[in-house]
């Protein structure tokens, strides 16, 4: 709890698991949830470095983080409507059958 | 309590993010990785960032994690009982991400981190966040807004019919009367919806003349 270590191993371990799901997963929608996980545990690094190694007043990791969680929403709704675009033109979302350039 | 209270936050993240990789269906994937935004929240309030908390609960729980819902439910047939999310490479990317997490956890261990003494538990964060966003971060700030503005309309176009996307374009090209004529033509593509448009805009025009 008064550990920096423990949310460091936390957020590494959410990061390898978000990798795993970008590696392995096919649905386009799991592998959207894998990025999630990763950009999670970025936030927590963040937040972390920002509780143990800067004093009280300084809170330039909070910025950041609010800023990871900007882009995380901006990111969720293109991937979102691109995701649909593919489901209309190829009829699923398996990433391995979008194997062409044109729709 | 608090470090049994932390302890069980940390073990229901890494079970349920866990579960979020492995699950074989889609919507028992979505309702973990539920948990562990939750669970990263409550890891937040542990790191003394009480606005980070609420927000990660109002905007990756209550907006990210529903668009993600909608991504299931909208592409996928409703009929099957199951929505199934198959796996492929997993040995090579079980070892690649048991790589990273390898290299990760010993470096973390081994480095000696540069942990300040006094970090106990301030004020609210609230105020000091906002003179930081008004202040010292005003551009990122604004820039970030557009930047989400953008990818909103860009988000909200794409999702859209071609038909639709096309008279967007024109509508920037040509003047209203041409959108009109071309909208007569193309009367036989779209049916109830944009003949009731049409039923509109011919109110409007001659509401328009009796004015004029």
């Not at chain 1, 590696?23 to 894998?34: D, E, F, P, T």
């Not at chain 1, 800023?67 to 699923?92: D, M, P, Q, R, T």
């Not at chain 2, 990263?40 to 994690?65: M, N, P, R, S």
């Amino acid at each position: 709890m008064d550990n920096l270590q423990i949310y460091l191993l936390l957020s590494s371990l959410l990061f390898s698991l978000g990798i795993y799901a970008v590696i392995s997963r096919q649905n386009a929608v799991a592998i959207l949830m894998g990025i999630e996980l990763v950009l999670n545990s970025a936030n927590i690094n963040f937040i972390a470095f920002n509780r143990f190694t800067s004093t009280l007043n300084h809170l330039d990791g909070h910025i950041f983080a609010i800023f990871v969680i900007v882009l995380a929403a901006a990111e969720a709704a293109v991937a979102l409507a691109i995701i649909i675009n593919l489901f209309k033109n190829i009829g699923s979302v398996n990433v391995d059958d979008a194997s062409e350039l044109k729709g | 309590m608090g470090e049994i209270i932390f302890l069980g936050l940390v073990v229901i993240i890494a079970t349920s993010a866990t579960w979020v990789v492995v699950s074989p269906n889609l919507v028992h994937s979505a309702v973990s990785l539920l948990v562990t935004l939750f669970g990263v929240a409550g890891l937040y309030v542990f790191l003394y960032a009480d606005f980070l908390a609420a927000t990660q609960v109002v905007i990756y729980v209550g907006g990210i994690l529903v668009l993600i819902i909608f991504g299931v439910m909208l592409t996928n047939k409703i009929d099957k009982p199951v929505i199934e999310s198959d796996s492929s490479n997993k040995i090579i990317g079980a070892l690649i991400s048991g790589f990273i997490f390898s290299i990760l956890s010993i470096i973390i261990i081994q480095t000696k981190w540069p942990v300040l003494a006094n970090n106990t538990e301030g004020p609210s964060t609230v105020e000091l966040i906002g003179r930081l966003i008004l202040g010292k971060y005003l551009l990122p700030f604004e820039l970030i807004s557009i930047l989400l503005l953008a990818a909103l309309i860009g988000a909200a176009l794409l999702a859209r019919k071609k038909a639709v996307i096309e008279e967007v374009l024109e509508s920037g090209i040509e003047n209203n009367e041409e959108i009109h004529n071309s909208e007569e033509n193309d009367k036989n593509d779209d049916e109830d919806s944009n003949e009731a448009l049409e039923e509109n805009e011919d109110k409007k025009v001659e509401g328009e003349d009796v004015d004029g």
